[in-house]
């Protein structure tokens, strides 16, 4: 059983930046796609981004590339969400999510691909 905790959310104005932390209970963390998945109120969960065992491979939704970066250290079991220019529209819970492996066979993209989760973290925009 993998063990997430996220932690760093907050409220920020517009233009601001949030770095969340998710810390992985796995020793083999380096084993497993990392994910962060975003959900507001009334609206689905979608993912934010993503990344592969090694950090060589990411994925990004379109709304939030060029802004985010999604990073991990495997030595310290990991994976971080640097979040620049915050907008409103940014606010929601964010999750982390961890796979072993890539259960269809390519980039884990919707969160039923996921196996693990984490309790999510508030971020709050204000404009």
């Known amino acids: 059983q993998v063990q997430l905790v996220e932690s760093g959310g907050g409220s920020v104005q517009a233009g601001g930046s949030l770095r969340l932390s998710c810390a992985a209970s796995e020793r083999t963390f380096s084993s497993y796609y990392m994910g962060w998945f975003r959900q507001a109120p009334g609206k689905e969960r979608e993912l934010v981004a993503n990344?592969?065992?090694?950090?060589?491979?990411?994925d990004y939704a379109d709304s939030v590339k060029g802004r985010f970066t999604i990073s991990r250290d495997n030595a310290k079991n990991t994976v971080y969400l640097q979040m620049n220019s915050l907008k409103p529209e940014d606010t929601a819970v964010y999750y982390c999510?961890?796979?072993?492996?890539?259960?269809?066979?390519?980039?884990?993209?919707?969160?039923?691909?996921?196996?693990?989760w984490g309790q999510g973290t508030q971020v709050t925009v204000s404009s």
């Open positions: 999510a961890a796979v072993l492996g890539t259960p269809l066979g390519g980039p884990p993209m919707v969160p039923g691909e996921y196996r693990y």
């Open positions: 990344i592969n065992w090694s950090g060589g491979k990411t």
